[in-house]
């Protein structure tokens, strides 16, 4: 009697996914690495609405696309267009990857000061060759199958090393561009940060679409932009990573990062989702030692039918540490926003001080957020708080402003500007900060 073993579709999917991100994926000594990520996603299949990290987001639109890989010399990518996407502050430290690719003709890294390198994995400097081995593929939750995906399927990493006591002022802009194909593509961008004991860093990361004018247009070939960044913040050191995700308006777009904090350094992210069909961007940070300081700003705008996700964890390890979160949504059209916050205060974790907070504008009957802030803390002298608020726009406002001489559409955009100004102010790049918030405006009803 022969038995048949039935083969869920995610499964199948999965498998197909893998090969395809295989193919040609080679860096010298990273084999073991990514046998064993492509083992781990052997043993998994791709989430769905039964798994509770899930439960609000049906990745089944991904399921019905088949994606492939193409390799960078098909873009051409000489006769791609970025200016539009330099930053005045970045001209001499930036880098380009189109498709996940590094490419060094659209990149410069000529303003940098000693102590620092920036540039892709296979150009690393001899004297960081084994000690890339005890950073890269090596943060908490590299086991998540999107992470080992991209992990089994390395083919190269965008890689900022600062070394001890480094202060580098001029911010570091890393553009990740994907292409848009005949057929749909995959693309795995990959970043590794390592900010050493005492250093400094500013790191901006943008993934987008390379569509001329605003790259929130949509595009009617769907792509999937599968991405991972892994950011190590040593003792006593500061890194402000600012995250803008503008991908066309059909993308896949599923992000990780990852951030390991060592005693007394500094953290703060500000991740801007405005763009994609649906997103999810994952944001864990382990406490590796007492007194850090964390700061999560985050913004997602979006409308129409897309779905942006946002999942954060802060696991708080040891004592004295600080951790302030607040994240807005403004949600219009048939547009979903996830948000799930979770803040871990085990009992090690004394004297900790953490506050977290999510408002969602709802700007149509049609427009749903999903929100579950959570504490989960069995310390006993901590101060921690979390909620969340879910709103429309205030009619008494409009109405105020409008016995001000502004019409309503504008009254609308002011409140609209105001509410997500209290995120984008804290951008430290003032051109970043003046196209956001140009894009917030031109997106307002």
């Known amino acids: ?46 989430p769905t609405r039964r798994d509770e990290e899930w439960r609000f987001t049906d990745l089944s639109p991904l399921l019905q696309v088949t994606f492939q890989r193409i ?63 005890d950073y890269l593929g090596k943060q908490q939750g590299a086991s998540d199958v999107f992470t080992a995906l991209n992990t089994a399927g390395l083919t190269d990493v965008a890689v900022v090393w600062a070394s ?25 961008p990959r970043c590794l940060v390592v900010a050493e004991a005492g250093s400094s860093l500013n790191v901006i990361e943008h993934y987008g679409a390379n569509v001329e004018g605003c790259p929130d247009i949509p595009v009617n070939r769907p792509y999937f932009t599968n991405q991972v960044t892994e950011i190590w913040v040593e003792e006593n050191a500061e890194v402000i990573h600012t995250r803008n995700q503008r991908e066309a308006g059909e993308a896949f777009h599923i992000g990780k990062t990852a951030i390991a904090q060592a005693r007394n350094s500094r953290y703060t992210c500000n991740a801007i989702s405005l763009g994609a069909k649906l997103s999810r961007h994952n944001l864990d940070v382990f406490q590796t030692g007492e007194g850090t300081q964390t700061t999560l700003n985050g913004l997602t705008m979006i409308g129409g039918k897309q779905v942006a996700d946002t999942h954060s ?18 949600i219009d059209d048939h547009g979903h926003a ?18 977290q907070l999510n408002r969602n504008l709802l700007l149509s009957p049609k427009a749903r957020v999903d929100t ?20 429309q726009l205030d009619a008494d406002e409009v109405f105020y402003l409008q016995s001000r001489g502004i019409n309503a ?37």
């Open 71 to 133: 390799e960078t010399r098909e873009v051409a990518p000489l006769q791609l267009d970025i200016t539009s996407l330099i930053l005045p502050e970045a001209t001499d430290s930036r880098l380009v990857f189109i498709n996940g690719v590094y490419v060094p003709n659209l990149s410069s890294v000529a303003g940098l000061p000693e102590g620092v390198y920036v540039g892709n994995l296979a150009e690393l400097p001899s004297q960081y060759d084994t000690r890339i081995r």
């Open 409 to 445: 559409t504008n009254a609308r955009e002011l409140l609209l500007d105001a509410f997500a100004a209290e995120i984008l102010d804290r951008i430290p790049v003032a051109s970043l900060h003046q196209k956001l918030s140009r894009c917030v405006s031109c997106r307002t009803p």
């Open 313 to 330: 964890a802060i696991a708080l390890n040891h004592p004295n540490g600080i951790s302030n979160q607040l994240h807005k949504c403004i």
């Open 372 to 391: 579950k802030p959570q504490l989960e803390i069995t310390a006993d002298q901590v101060k921690c708080a979390h909620g969340a608020t879910v709103s």
């Open 1 to 46: 009697m022969s038995i048949q073993v039935s083969v869920k579709p995610e499964q199948t999917y999965l498998t197909a996914l893998l090969e395809q991100v295989q193919k040609n994926a080679a860096l010298d000594g990273l084999q073991e690495l990514r046998q064993h990520a492509a083992a781990i996603v052997q043993e998994q299949g791709i």
């Open 338 to 355: 996830v948000f799930n916050g979770k803040i871990f205060v085990p009992q090690a974790a004394q004297y900790t001080n953490a506050g």
């Open 164 to 188: 001890k006591n480094a202060i580098v002022e001029t911010p570091i802009h890393l553009l990740f561009i994907s292409t848009t194909n005949e057929v749909p593509i995959i693309s795995q």
